[in-house]
């Protein structure tokens, strides 16, 4: 399989929620783009629409939310290996429909936020990778067991047979994650999303899940969209970096240039935000994410005029910022800004070239 | 990777990167404690249902107090002249086509030679304006105060105003509703008062003791709640005397719907009773020399009195309905004592209410109460409730 | 399991002793005794006395004992040859009386039991699915109205319209040529013609409660992050709902099974009456105006134990539906 072909393509990607007090623009105009084999970290505040973008993908967003524009395109690699490829066009499929359910699970699948709240509290861990088996592979229940704790195996689950017949609440919440992954990784995916699936686990759990999700990623060659407020994960699991600001992607490239020379002022507060080690324990601060930066993100359903982040922008120009919105400018082939402060430097980018 | 990490070590902390000080969230929490119940006040107004359903309950609650001024004429005064009358038809226009002030017309009985039962027709002829404040029956106000006004009716003894018609003997249906409101609508009432004393004691002692007065009471209340309430209701009423005088039949049969009642509130003080002992701020109140009631009176109750009116209001319907079908069954309250389930054992068999159909209008008062009773429990509970908004 | 079970069996042994001292106790209320005032009348109406029949039912109840001695009698009669003792009014055993009739009230709640549940769940389900649709308004107005009217009520109502309108007389279990008749299949298609009304009504009510239960728990349960989780597996909407929130969802509703059965015996009763059926509660309300004690004892007893039962069944049933209590664990409950 060519390693540098793209998985999927969000081109201008538009999902509101139509509430009784307002629109809330969840995702406004997101650009991404995944490869095959590789991972993508995004990176954002809490409430940016990381979460809503990922649910996007699978046509999962619940109402009163609707994707309202743009196309989530699939080059869906055929079976034969022989690199050509099927193009879907995911927002055009019936949300409820066949097609998008085979997607589902099997070409691309979820891990989600929480490990405690993903599985069923009354059935047990193995009906409910079974089910996923079952349902995406034309296996009897006999063979999908085998499968399930095969996976349940790989996933270095203790006693994978006993396990399977456990209910989620006899587990850990370090073995419920593992069994999530399981499920998820049960159907072989070519994307698996996985939506800051190390939050609730402490930190050796954390670093275990990380080490696994790799190994796993280069053994079964998925490619990885991983969301995360934590830029020391991104920096370990990520090739490519997308920075996401109130629904609109402002900064995507790969982990180098995003880490040494982060051009859009958010990615920049976002960097220099992440503390010290050795000084925040020698102040004895407690261990923070991504508030550091000036201000609150504004309350969702006020549109701001011009740059999002204007009012929080150390580097505002006047007359500028609060007025024009700041289109994606391509500094260079495979790094993408939007900001003013680079509008004069390249005048028109090159397009992106995949 | 593990190159990149070490970028972070270095990097100065950047002049956009401010941390951002701490709100002033004191002021913010004290103006939330002090508006607590403010805050349940607001949310309740928010809740239309149950404000409408409070005006309703107002408005019954209204006439039953005032009864003897609200309903036209004494429920016990029989017009003997218009026994079984069908509700009165009210008129604005005239059989000229002139509009007028409402009027009711004059009846002609006449009997049915069949079946030898009264039926009446209109006289046209004769018009009587319904009026406000007219004089009639005369009656003593709550027993005190002597007085024949009525809030409305013809004032014309001649053609009494039976909005809801007229039963067997010729008393007016719709006086009778109003003072059986005076019944019924307090039994709820006092039963629940009962309930909400036997339960705060009972549980109360259980709570406060444990060991076995705390194992009788619970074992009590195990036996209540499995048996069903109508049929024990009947049972404890069958033994009230038939020849009792009204007053003490109408406590006891309170009595006895609040044996049921008390349960759940007692489960709930025993439990609040049990963990409180084990409160840090109840032993130093103790050992600040407080006494045991003072620290129940200022630490318990404030933090459930919501729970306490809410799981009251919700007990008040099914004790309305309790009074109902005793009454209805007649083991209840007897005439002469009037209440809606009482109204009702006139119309227990098919060819009254066929025959006298407006003698089932006490139905729609009871549900009416029950059904308000429970938007407004609803609305109560919803507005103590700290998670919803 | 099993000692669960087992556990739960012997905290229920107490519970229904205490039932029948209770049971016992209400019946020796009014004053007077049957036995007395029978004889009275009998007197009055210069009928003769058999003595020595009189002797002996005070001699077999105690009649002339003191009251836990004839407690005693009465319970030991229950416990060891299951007879409920004698019906004056009747003059017959009471069990003779009694089972039939309770039975027939049994099926009656039962039947009303499956009417609810099979009304409530689906209509739960569907509003929890759709909240704030019109369908979601309908039916929390309706069970509002259903909650507020009690069936004898709602049996007064339906009895004028079916007799005004369509003059049909609504009541009884039988129509008077089956009345006497052995049992044939002739007869129990009458039986069902007439049972579907009071089962319809006694259901109503309950209906209204359970879709209110069900409607709450799942949408408690669709906000679950496992829900969503079930959709990216790509399994069907209808399968989503189905395996995950309804099956959680469903559990507390099992365990109404206990509490229903004693609200179709309570409001049952009134509604059995007003409806003129020949079930448990005319004869009940008959027994305790005449003070048939024995009858009326049987009653509250047979009544009782069966609801101590019926919550016995709902929590055995949820241990089983619900692995959580099976295990002890409190999580998420
Ligand atoms: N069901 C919903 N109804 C209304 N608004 C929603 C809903 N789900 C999400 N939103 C809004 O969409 C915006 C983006 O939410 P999203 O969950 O994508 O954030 P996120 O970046 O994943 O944040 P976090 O890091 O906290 O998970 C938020 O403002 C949120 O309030
Ligand atoms: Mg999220």
Redesign the pocket.
């Known amino acids: 399989m060519p390693e540098n072909q793209v998985l999927v393509e969000i081109k201008d990607l538009h999902t509101y929620?139509f509430?009784a007090e307002g629109v809330?623009r969840?995702?406004d105009g997101v650009d991404l783009v995944i490869k095959r084999r590789q991972t993508l970290g995004v990176v954002?505040?809490?409430?940016?629409?990381?979460?809503?973008?990922s649910l996007s993908l699978l046509r999962l967003i619940?109402p009163?939310?609707r994707i309202t524009q743009g196309e989530i395109l699939y080059y869906k690699p055929s079976a034969g290996d022989n690199g050509s490829v099927d193009v879907i066009n995911i927002t055009a499929l019936n949300p409820n429909g066949r097609e998008i359910r085979d997607i589902r699970g099997n070409q691309i699948s979820m891990v989600f936020?929480e490990p405690m709240t993903a599985m069923s509290p009354v059935r047990t861990v193995g009906q409910q990778i079974i089910e996923a088996i079952m349902l995406h592979q034309k296996v009897n229940k006999a063979e999908a067991r085998k499968r399930a704790i095969e996976m349940l195996a790989r996933v270095k689950m203790p006693k994978p047979e006993r396990t399977i017949d456990d209910y989620p609440f006899q587990l850990s919440g370090g073995m419920r994650q593992r069994a999530v992954i399981a499920m998820a990784l049960s159907c072989h995916p070519h994307l698996l999303i996985a939506?800051?699936p190390t939050t609730a686990l402490d930190v050796t759990t954390e670093a275990q899940i990380l080490d696994l999700m790799r190994s796993l990623q280069n053994e079964l060659g998925m490619a990885i969209m991983y969301?995360t407020?934590n830029l020391g994960v991104v920096a370990e699991m990520a090739e490519e970096v997308a920075v996401?600001y109130l629904?609109k992607v402002v900064e995507q490239t790969d982990v180098k240039t995003i880490f040494l020379e982060p051009l859009h002022p958010y990615t920049q507060g976002l960097l220099s935000s992440i503390p010290r080690l050795d000084e925040s324990i020698m102040r004895g601060e407690k261990r923070r994410r991504l508030q550091m930066i000036k201000g609150m993100v504004p309350d969702?359903y006020t549109r701001l005029k011009g740059c999002p982040f204007h009012p929080r922008c150390p580097k505002v120009i006047g007359d500028v910022c609060d007025q024009v919105e700041p289109a994606s400018i391509w500094v260079r082939p495979g790094h993408m800004v939007r900001c003013h402060l680079y509008a004069e430097a390249v005048k028109s980018g090159p397009a992106p070239s995949h | 990777m593990s190159g990149f990490l070490s970028i972070f070590k270095g990097k100065q902390q950047e002049p956009g990167a401010e941390v951002q000080a701490p709100s002033a969230q004191t002021k913010d929490e004290r103006f939330y404690r002090a508006g607590q119940w403010q805050l349940v006040w607001w949310k309740f107004r928010r809740h239309r249902l149950a404000n409408f359903a409070m005006i309703v309950l107002g408005i019954l609650y209204f006439i039953a107090a005032f009864a003897e001024f609200v309903s036209p004429y004494d429920p016990l005064h029989r017009f003997k002249d218009f026994s079984a009358k069908p509700p009165s038809v009210i008129y604005i226009r005239d059989t000229e086509g002139r509009l007028r002030l409402p009027f009711v017309y004059g009846a002609i009985r006449a009997r049915d030679p069949v079946t030898m039962r009264p039926v009446y027709k209109e006289d046209t002829t004769r018009i009587y304006p319904i009026k406000l404040f007219v004089r009639g029956d005369e009656y003593k106000f709550w027993g005190l105060f002597p007085s024949d006004l009525h809030l409305f009716g013809t004032g014309d003894p001649q053609m009494p105003l039976f909005i809801l018609g007229s039963d067997h003997l010729g008393r007016d249906v719709l006086s009778r509703i109003f003072y059986g409101a005076r019944i019924s609508l307090t039994v709820g009432l006092i039963g629940v008062f009962l309930s909400f004393i036997l339960g705060l004691v009972l549980g109360g002692l259980a709570g406060y003791f444990g060991g076995l007065v705390d194992e009788a009471v619970m074992r009590i209340i195990d036996v209540l709640v499995s048996l069903p309430a109508i049929p024990l209701w009947m049972a404890l009423a069958a033994a009230l005397p038939q020849d009792w005088p009204q007053l003490r039949t109408y406590f006891y049969v309170t009595i006895i719907l609040s044996i049921l009642g008390w349960t759940s509130l007692a489960r709930v003080v025993r439990g609040k009773m049990l963990s409180l002992r084990e409160e840090d701020y109840v032993m130093s109140a103790k050992l600040d020399g407080e006494s045991e009631w003072q620290i129940i009176a200022r630490y318990m109750l404030p933090g459930f009195t919501s729970y306490i009116i809410v799981s009251l209001t919700m007990a008040i319907p099914g004790m309305i309905l309790g009074e109902t079908a005793l009454s209805f069954l007649g083991i209840g309250l007897h005439p002469p004592t009037i209440s809606w389930g009482v109204m009702l054992q006139d119309a227990q068999n098919v060819q009254t209410i066929a025959q006298l159909p407006w003698l089932l209008t006490p139905v729609v008062f009871v549900i009416t109460a029950v059904l308000m009773f429970n938007f407004l429990g609803d609305g109560l509970r919803d507005a103590a409730d700290p998670y919803v908004t | 399991m099993l000692s669960y079970i087992i556990g739960r069996l012997l905290r229920m042994i107490p519970q229904v002793f205490l039932i029948s001292i209770l049971a016992f106790i209400i019946v020796q209320l009014p004053p007077g005794d049957y036995l007395t005032e029978h004889l009275n009348r009998l007197r009055q109406s210069g009928a003769s006395i058999d003595q020595a029949e009189v002797e002996r039912f005070t001699k077999m109840y105690g009649l002339d004992q003191p009251m836990h001695i004839q407690y005693l009698k009465w319970i030991t009669n229950i416990v060891t040859r299951g007879s409920f003792g004698y019906s004056f009014e009747w003059q017959k055993p009471v069990n003779e009386v009694i089972v039939g009739r309770i039975g027939t009230t049994f099926v009656i709640a039962f039947l009303s039991f499956v009417v609810c549940w099979s009304l409530a769940i689906p209509i739960g389900i569907y509003v929890a699915v759709r909240q704030y649709s019109l369908a979601d308004y309908f039916f929390t107005f309706l069970g509002f109205i259903g909650l507020a009217t009690p069936g004898f009520l709602l049996a007064l109502v339906i009895m004028y319209v079916a007799y005004t309108y369509f003059g049909i007389r609504v009541g009884g279990l039988f129509s008077p040529e089956f009345e006497t008749q052995p049992w044939s299949w002739a007869k129990f298609v009458d039986l069902l013609s007439h049972l579907w009304l009071p089962v319809l009504i006694l259901a109503i009510g309950g209906t209204a409660n359970l879709i209110r239960t069900m409607r709450a728990t799942m949408l408690d349960e669709l906000r679950k992050q496992y829900v969503m989780v079930a959709r990216a597996k790509g399994l069907s909407e209808f399968a989503v709902l189905l395996r995950y929130p309804v099956r959680i969802a469903i559990n507390p509703i099992l365990s109404t099974f206990g509490w229903l059965l004693v609200w179709f015996f309570s409001g049952g009763m009134v509604v059995e009456i007003v409806l003129n059926l020949n079930t448990a509660g005319p004869v009940l309300w008959r027994s305790l105006m005449r003070q048939d004690m024995y009858m009326a004892g049987a009653y509250i007893v047979i009544i009782g134990t069966l609801t101590a039962l019926g919550s016995l069944i709902s929590d055995i049933l949820l241990a089983i539906v619900d692995p959580r209590i099976r295990f002890g664990s409190m999580e998420g409950l």
Do not use: R, Y
């Open positions: 929620f509430l809330v969840a995702v954002g505040e809490s409430g940016c629409g990381k979460s809503i973008t619940p009163p939310g936020q939506d800051e969301i407020h996401m629904g969702p």
